[in-house]
């Protein structure tokens, strides 16, 4: 047998409805919201994360599935929605035709880490993007729908968490502020931080070695940098969630392990899930499509990660049973069984039938497996007046009814 490739799973019948469920609720969330849905291409020009997503993030250094295809252009399954949907913003000028860019997608994503519950290689993300808006009432916005998604769902126990990792203007004195404060530790750091302390010493945040944490944990916090610009803005959006009744935290060291992001981040986090616990992720780039050869507009965005939703959802959600079974007794009986089959369908029955030709007895025990509500018996003496009988299973009731009444009664019965 030749399993599944490590990390990525299928979506058995039985799971996938859950898997319904929450890309539905997505759908209906970010519609009410005013998003509407773009898809983009699984795979992408490596570059575009590289300038996008950022060289020094662990996802581009370490995660993606990258390679060089066939025509010697090196491409990569994408590890994140957020470049490519910038990369389709700006290639079909979409705030030319969409007054307001709200865009979403959902769709799966690629990462090279280590699998565990929650973390997987192939794994699924509805992304949510804004383009050109600036003002902080859209970060609160994106924040509060993000949350009631998360509750529309019924996942109780979150925790929210917000920073702001300030701008291109007050990053500078950060970052020269977290090497000071390092110091004489700095060499005491894992080879990762030693890297990041010279490409982007703001990833220092991202470390997650355990000895680690104590000097990471005394560092000073981008907050304390703001320039007053970012400081309003971010004290703007509190005020919002507030206004919202939407419990919050700050996090200093929410940083986000991505490049891109100015001012707002954001996560919110399940207290069910064991160390994978972050639902969701987000915040503000008001760089990024500039950078990757658009105009200088401003974005903000989340991913939530449907696998993480699923397993913290709370209750079962099943699969639809069937309408009816159909089940033909008798040779003579399987053509008209079938023929009605069809009809049944076209008037938008679920319907299951019996192909094997199996002993009446044989069908009815399968028609209770499916959990069919009503079986239709075609065949006998019924078949020539014109009738089918119709049992219906959870009462253990059944009559005869004129063939051409069947759809009314079953309708009538559901
Ligand atoms: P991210 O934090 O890398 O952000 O991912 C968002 C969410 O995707 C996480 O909170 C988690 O639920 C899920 N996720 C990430 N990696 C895995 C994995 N290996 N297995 C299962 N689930 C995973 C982004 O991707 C940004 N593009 C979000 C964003 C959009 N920021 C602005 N706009």
Same mark, same amino acid.
């Given at each position: 047998?030749?399993?599944?490739?490590?990390?990525?799973?299928?979506?058995?019948?039985?799971?996938?409805?859950?898997?319904?469920?929450?890309?539905?609720?997505?759908?209906?969330?970010?519609?009410?919201?005013?998003?509407?849905?773009?898809?983009?291409?699984?795979?992408?020009?490596?570059?575009?994360?590289?300038?996008?997503?950022?060289?020094?993030?662990?996802?581009?250094?370490?995660?993606?599935?990258?390679?060089?295809?066939?025509?010697?252009?090196?491409?990569?399954?994408?590890?994140?929605?957020?470049?490519?949907? *910038?990369?389709?913003?700006?290639?079909?000028?979409?705030?030319?035709?969409?007054?307001?860019?709200?865009?979403?997608?959902?769709?799966?994503?690629?990462?090279?880490?280590?699998?565990?519950?929650?973390?997987?290689?192939?794994?699924?993300?509805?992304?949510?993007?804004?383009?050109?808006?600036?003002?902080?009432?859209?970060?609160?916005?994106?924040?509060?729908?993000?949350?009631?998604? *998360?509750?529309?769902?019924?996942?109780?126990?979150?925790?929210?968490?917000?920073?702001?990792?300030?701008?291109?203007?007050?990053?500078?004195?950060?970052?020269?502020?977290?090497?000071?404060?390092?110091?004489?530790?700095?060499?005491?750091?894992?080879?990762?931080?030693?890297?990041?302390?010279?490409?982007?010493?703001?990833?220092?945040?991202?470390?997650?070695?355990?000895?680690?944490?104590?000097?990471?944990?005394?560092?000073?916090?981008?907050?304390?940098?703001?320039?007053?610009?970012?400081?309003?803005?971010?004290?703007?959006?509190?005020?919002?969630?507030?206004?919202?009744?939407?419990?919050?935290?700050?996090?200093?060291?929410?940083?986000?392990?991505?490049?891109?992001?100015?001012?707002?981040?954001?996560?919110?986090?399940?207290?069910?899930?064991?160390?994978?616990?972050?639902?969701?992720?987000?915040?503000?780039?008001?760089?990024?499509?500039?950078?990757?050869?658009?105009?200088?507009?401003?974005?903000?965005?989340?991913?939530?990660?449907?696998?993480?939703?699923?397993?913290?959802?709370?209750?079962?959600?099943?699969?639809?049973?069937?309408?009816?079974?159909?089940?033909?007794?008798?040779?003579?009986?399987?053509?008209?069984?079938?023929?009605?089959?069809?009809?049944?369908?076209?008037?938008?029955?679920?319907?299951?039938?019996?192909?094997?030709?199996?002993?009446?007895?044989?069908?009815?025990?399968?028609?209770?497996?499916?959990?069919?509500?009503?079986?239709?018996?075609?065949?006998?003496?019924?078949?020539?007046?014109?009738?089918?009988?119709?049992?219906?299973?959870?009462?253990?009731?059944?009559?005869?009814?004129?063939?051409?009444?069947?759809?009314?009664?079953?309708?009538?019965?559901?």
């Amino acid at each position: 047998m030749i399993a599944a490739v490590r990390g990525t799973r299928d979506i058995l019948p039985g799971a996938v409805e859950r898997w319904r469920h929450v890309e539905a609720v997505a759908r209906r969330i970010c519609e009410r919201y005013g998003y509407v849905e773009l898809r983009t291409p699984i795979i992408e020009r490596e570059e575009l994360f590289a300038k996008g997503t950022g060289e020094s993030t662990d996802i581009v250094q370490k995660e993606m599935y990258a390679f060089t295809d066939k025509g010697g252009e090196r491409v990569t399954l994408r590890p994140e929605a957020t470049p490519g949907i *910038v990369r389709a913003f700006v290639e079909h000028a979409l705030e030319q035709s969409l007054p307001v860019p709200k865009l979403y997608t959902l769709g799966p994503m690629f990462r090279y880490e280590r699998p565990q519950k929650g973390r997987y290689r192939q794994f699924h993300q509805l992304n949510v993007e804004v383009f050109g808006v600036t003002d902080p009432s859209l970060d609160a916005e994106v924040v509060e729908m993000a949350c009631s998604f *998360v509750r529309a769902l019924g996942i109780g126990r979150t925790e929210l968490l917000i920073n702001s990792v300030g701008c291109p203007a007050c990053r500078p004195a950060f970052s020269e502020a977290l090497l000071k404060a390092l110091g004489d530790d700095l060499p005491k750091l894992c080879g990762d931080c030693q890297r990041r302390a010279t490409a982007n010493p703001l990833r220092i945040f991202d470390c997650k070695v355990p000895a680690d944490q104590p000097i990471i944990d005394a560092l000073p916090h981008p907050v304390e940098f703001l320039c007053d610009a970012c400081g309003e803005h971010f004290d703007a959006v509190q005020r919002y969630l507030r206004a919202y009744g939407q419990p919050f935290q700050v996090s200093h060291r929410l940083v986000r392990g991505l490049d891109y992001y100015t001012r707002t981040t954001f996560e919110v986090l399940a207290s069910n899930l064991g160390a994978q616990n972050a639902l969701l992720g987000g915040g503000r780039y008001d760089g990024l499509v500039k950078k990757l050869g658009g105009p200088d507009r401003a974005g903000i965005g989340f991913a939530a990660g449907l696998e993480r939703l699923v397993l913290a959802l709370p209750e079962a959600v099943s699969a639809p049973v069937p309408d009816v079974f159909v089940a033909a007794i008798g040779d003579e009986a399987r053509e008209a069984a079938f023929v009605l089959a069809r009809l049944l369908r076209a008037e938008g029955l679920r319907t299951l039938v019996d192909y094997e030709a199996r002993s009446a007895k044989a069908q009815f025990k399968r028609a209770n497996r499916t959990g069919a509500r009503h079986v239709v018996i075609v065949g006998g003496d019924e078949l020539a007046r014109g009738e089918v009988t119709v049992k219906t299973m959870a009462t253990g009731e059944q009559h005869a009814v004129l063939r051409a009444k069947v759809v009314e009664v079953l309708r009538s019965a559901s």
